[in-house]
Nanobody, 123 residues
């Protein structure tokens, strides 16, 4: 599975962005997919994840719950992260990743990683 994140950019606080994670590989729908982020000088952290294949179950970090929404479209092999009410502390490089277990996903235990996309929120 190869993953490519896109959709990052510069936005003012309170604004919105939608990130996309396009995947290659016919088995993509079998993997849970998550978003992680890493701010300068900080460790990478879990943001959100959606289970496979239906996408019925979603998981969020406390810091983004209620503001971010993760979803997947298996027909398009794409996972989205809708980010609303953005804050300056959301500034980071965002990565999408695919894995098999939520237990390990929280700690970044994913099987496949894409290159990141920069999100910058100005105050």
């Amino acid at each position: 599975v190869q993953l490519q994140a896109s959709g990052g950019g510069l936005v003012q606080a309170g604004g919105s962005l939608r990130l996309s994670c396009a995947a290659s590989g016919r088995t993509f729908s079998m993997y849970l997919t998550g978003w992680f982020r890493q701010a300068p000088g900080k460790e990478r952290e879990f943001v959100a994840a959606v289970t496979s294949p239906s996408g019925a179950d979603t998981y969020y970090a406390d810091s983004v719950r209620g503001r971010f929404t993760i979803s997947r479209d298996n027909a398009k092999n794409t996972v989205y992260l809708q980010m609303n009410s953005l804050k300056p502390e959301d500034t980071a490089v965002y990565y999408c990743a695919a894995g098999r277990s939520m237990t390990t996903a929280y700690q970044g235990g994913m099987d496949y990683w894409g290159k990141g996309t920069q999100v910058t929120v100005s105050s």
